[in-house]
């Protein structure tokens, strides 16, 4: 399993970053939300929802919400929106405390958690976009956050391996440990360490991206336990069967999902 993972994430990663990198940010922001509507349709099975009309209109809600933001960017309601996402990951932390909460199959928990799914990927899609577009670096920016969530999971794997004895969410899931949660931290802050430096981050700027990659690798350990909590409550391995030995889009974007709003706060905040 571990190397149908890595030669699946080595095919796809060069995709990814040479989107990042070389697209415009117009054309970044289409394929971003081609991508989160993909990740939507895997979040209203987990919700739940398994007629295929409903599923489809929600999509096409989503799509028109994503057209929406796009028609008002530029002024304060994408950062207004980037705040309720980052205030979002925080009431998830309180939904992780109570693992039992929406686990019944019934229309009410259905609607809450459909609910759920856009706050989980409008504020990202508006966060990603912003980043990107948000300097002459941008999408060096893009590309620090990712490889700060994709360093965590590293450094979590191999530290948990290794050193994990400590469950960190055991009835959510057991494989996490707080070995590994350290490693995270250790893996994140190299990697913002040194972007940050090589995109001109020095001094005061410099410490904030390394506080913010605290902040963010905690964000990315949410998002990912709140998919397995998601898929605990579903009953379900994987989200999907996209990519083997990884499952489904949001199998893979999960941790992206709530990390990538709180890089794009921090990122205003800092003046980046």
């Known amino acids: 399993m571990l190397l149908q993972r890595t030669l699946t994430a080595l095919l796809l990663a060069p995709l990814v970053i040479a989107l990042i990198l070389l697209a415009p940010t117009g054309i970044f922001a289409a394929i971003v939300a081609a991508a989160f509507l993909a990740a939507m349709w895997e979040w209203t099975r987990l919700s739940g929802l398994k007629e295929t009309a409903p599923r489809a209109a929600l999509l096409l809600l989503t799509a028109v919400v994503f057209a929406l933001c796009w028609w008002i960017r530029g002024g304060i309601a994408w950062p207004l929106l980037i705040g309720i996402g980052v205030s979002w990951w925080i009431v998830v932390g309180q939904w992780l405390r109570h693992f039992a909460f929406g686990a019944a199959p019934t229309r009410e928990n259905c609607l809450m958690k459909l609910g759920a799914g856009f706050l989980v990927i409008v504020p990202t899609w508006i ?123 949001l199998d893979r974007l999960d941790s992206v999902f709530a990390a990538l709003p709180v890089f794009a706060a921090g990122m205003l905040l800092l003046g980046l």
């Open 127 to 249: 966060a990603a976009v912003t980043i990107h577009g948000s300097s002459d670096h941008g999408n060096w920016w893009t590309l620090v956050a990712l490889f700060i969530v994709w360093a965590a999971d590293i450094g979590a794997y191999f530290s948990g391996r290794q050193f994990g004895r400590r469950k960190l969410a055991p009835t959510i899931s057991p494989g996490k440990t707080w070995a590994g949660v350290y490693g995270a931290f250790v893996a994140g802050a190299i990697v913002a360490g040194v972007g940050g430096s090589m995109l001109g981050a020095t001094g005061s700027k410099l410490v904030g991206v390394l506080v913010l990659s605290v902040f963010v690798v905690v964000a990315s350990i949410v998002g990912d336990l709140l998919e397995s909590l998601m898929k605990r409550h579903a009953a379900v391995k994987d989200s999907g069967s996209l990519f083997p030995g990884h499952g489904g889009l």
